[in-house]
């Protein structure tokens, strides 16, 4: 059984940073790409950064370009998202994604809270 757990979240006051960290286990097939979104309170979900394991290419939304930096280690199958100049903006619960091969079905984590508060 597929296993996507992320860890790292935490307070932060604004303009700090933190890294986020995920792992995916329980799989022999490949993955084709791993993600990143999340959620704030009353408000919907969205994406964050979604990378591809075959040539690391990212996929940032546009109010984290140049602040977070998504990153992958392949053999360990592994996920990074550090993230830098936090606002308040970012409080959420962000969620892991992996999805595995051949069908791309999308797994979730249960989410890491980061909260960025003075």
């Known amino acids: 059984q597929v296993r996507v757990v992320e860890s790292g979240g935490g307070l932060v006051q604004p303009g700090g940073s933190l890294r986020l960290s995920c792992v995916v286990s329980g799989s022999d097939a490949g993955i084709y790409a791993m993600g990143w979104h999340r959620q704030a309170p009353g408000k919907q979900r969205e994406m964050v950064a979604v990378?591809?394991?075959?040539?690391?290419?990212?996929n940032y939304r546009d109010s984290v370009r140049g602040r977070f930096t998504a990153s992958i280690h392949k053999v360990n199958n592994t996920a990074f998202l550090q993230m830098d100049s936090l606002t308040t903006e970012d409080t959420a619960t962000y969620y892991c994604?992996?999805?595995?091969?051949?069908?791309?079905?999308?797994?979730w984590g249960q989410g890491t809270q980061v909260t960025v508060s003075s």
């Open positions: 994604t992996a999805n595995i091969l051949p069908n791309m079905y999308e797994h």
């Open positions: 990378t591809l394991m075959n040539d690391g290419y990212t």
